[in-house]
């Protein structure tokens, strides 16, 4: 491990001195995303395996390079998980089919799964990491526990980033118990009254973890609760009564759930060719938008999938925009199967002019010359 950080940090420090950009990469897996992606690789699968875990302090440490399929076994062995349930993305993949997401990676995307609105986001569970800033300097922020932050929180600010500020090389987690008990009840709802529902049900004492609602053959609205398992099943009957509703097989919904999270789920995959996939932010309680699109909707209503031709993206744009919302280029479906999402159009949708400022301002401090996936947000930062 020390040799591979060694050899990483004096890339850097070559990459710096010649301001040669460097395309920071982990397994490889979320390489379809951003506005471009160039510069000689960076790989962290030099590091990798877990550094510390400690099940009874809900803490585990691992190296950026480590599967996140090993973190997640590692985890479940003592009955503990990420409850954030980041996707792998794994069949997205096809230059390199053997890929594995990896924990570095994870967190640069800041991408969580369905139950991202009732548990929080990746930043959320991030507690101190290690990095390489553009200076090829290895430093280390945050800690192993919750309450050590003092100043900015920059440990938190590294999720999302997308590699644009550095080399991320350890990790520190906090992790949660597998809930005791588990149930996935559906409804046949259109979009409207399903939006209507799962905010309704938002507002009660419910132990809702997850929505997702999707129009295939019949539109449907998935609600996932988990917790005690009196609470559960307590919340099945109430959530049933004079609703038309089931409650799915326990291994069916765990396997649609993980589906969704990876994007494999028919929507995802069925889409017709020349089509961009859209990462839309808005509000819990916006109502009905772009039906004229195949969507699907997690997030209790805050996230929304869109697939519409690329002719469209000032409408879905100003349709984010309009309440309050942000609309992002994320992937693309091609005659050959997904593609890039390297295009012309901006992917990310335009800061203000503050935020630019301040965005520009974190860049420079982290990576004073600009080598760390240079153009990967936008296409002069």
Not at 260 to 268: K, M, Q, T
Request: a negative charge.
């Amino acid at each position: 491990m020390e040799n591979a950080l060694h050899h990483m940090i004096e890339q850097v420090r070559s990459a710096h001195s010649q301001r040669r950009p460097l395309r920071v990469c982990g397994g490889g897996t979320k390489g379809f995303y951003g506005q471009s992606v160039q510069g000689e690789v960076l790989s962290t699968q030099g590091l990798s395996g877990i550094v510390s875990y400690e099940p009874s302090e809900l803490v585990i440490t691992a190296l950026a390079g480590t599967p996140l399929p090993e973190i997640e076994d590692t985890l479940a062995q003592s009955g503990q998980y990420l409850a954030f349930e980041p996707p792998h993305f794994v069949e997205d993949n096809t230059a390199t089919p053997n890929a594995t997401s990896t924990l570095g990676g994870m967190v640069a995307a800041g991408l969580s799964g369905p139950a991202r609105a009732s548990v929080g986001a990746v930043r959320d569970f991030v507690l101190g990491l290690h990095m390489v800033n553009g200076k090829a300097e290895h430093l280390q922020f945050g800690g192993q526990v919750m309450k050590n932050v003092a100043g900015y929180d920059i440990s938190r600010l590294m999720a999302g980033s997308w590699g644009t500020l550095g080399l991320i090389t350890q990790v520190s987690l906090k992790v949660l118990p597998i809930p005791v008990a588990d149930a996935t009840l559906v409804f046949e709802l259109p979009q409207a009254l399903a939006l209507e529902q799962i905010n309704r049900w938002c507002g009660q004492p419910l132990p809702i973890n997850a929505s997702c609602w999707v129009a295939d053959d019949t539109p449907k609205l998935f609600v996932r609760l988990r917790g005690a398992q009196a609470a559960v099943e307590a919340a099945c009957v109430r959530m049933l009564k004079d609703k038309t509703g089931h409650r799915m097989d326990a291994q069916v919904a765990a396997a649609d759930w993980r589906a969704c999270a990876d994007h494999r789920l028919p929507i995802f995959a069925e889409a017709p060719a020349e089509q961009w996939l859209w990462r839309l932010s808005v509000p819990p309680t916006t109502g009905v938008m772009l039906t004229e699109y195949p969507q699907l909707i997690e997030w209790h209503g805050g996230l929304r999938w869109v697939w519409a031709p690329q002719e469209a993206a000032t409408q879905i744009r100003e349709a984010a925009a309009k309440v309050q919302g942000s609309a992002t280029v994320f992937k693309r479906q091609t005659e050959g199967g997904l593609g890039a999402a390297h295009t012309s159009i901006q992917v990310l949708q335009a800061l203000t002019p503050p935020l630019d400022h301040l965005h520009r301002q974190i860049k420079a401090a982290f990576d004073p010359v600009g080598i760390f996936n240079p153009g990967r947000l936008y296409a002069d930062l």
